[in-house]
């Protein structure tokens, strides 16, 4: 079995910053595409960022030069560093992953569209 757990959420003032983490438990032996998303209460969920197996990273435009996505495939970690925090980031964070290989026993096996249980990020004064 494979799961994805986020943790770094909190309060944090506007203009303030918070670095989350995403960890993929398990035997993993490689996470393709993996995501950040966040849902803010009454609203749908959105993508705000995503990086690719290689690392070129894709942004949403409401956070475009305050957050920044990363990976570190040797940790099986994608991080999401966020600054100038403002309170419309105020929303509940999920790491999601379309394919993650991963091992159970010795047999190779691939779970997809997996989700994290989130982080929550709450930006007020």
């Known amino acids: 079995q494979v799961q994805l757990v986020e943790s770094g959420g909190g309060l944090v003032q506007p203009g303030g910053s918070l670095k989350l983490s995403c960890e993929a438990s398990?035997?993993?032996?490689?996470?393709?595409?993996m995501d950040w998303y966040r849902q803010a209460p009454g609203k749908q969920r959105e993508l705000v960022a995503s990086?690719?197996?290689?690392?070129?990273?894709n942004y949403n435009d409401s956070v475009k030069g305050r957050f920044v996505i990363s990976r570190d495939d040797a940790k099986n970690m994608v991080y999401l560093e966020m600054n100038s925090l403002m309170p419309e980031d105020t929303a509940t964070y999920f790491c999601?992953?379309?394919?993650?290989?991963?091992?159970?026993?010795?047999?190779?096996?691939?779970?997809?569209?997996?989700w994290g249980r989130g982080t929550q990020v709450t930006v007020s004064s």
């Open positions: 999601y992953a379309d394919q993650i290989g991963y091992y159970s026993g010795s047999t190779r096996k691939i779970g997809y569209d997996v």
């Open positions: 990086i690719t197996s290689g690392g070129s990273p």
């Open positions: 398990g035997r993993v032996f490689s996470i393709y595409h």
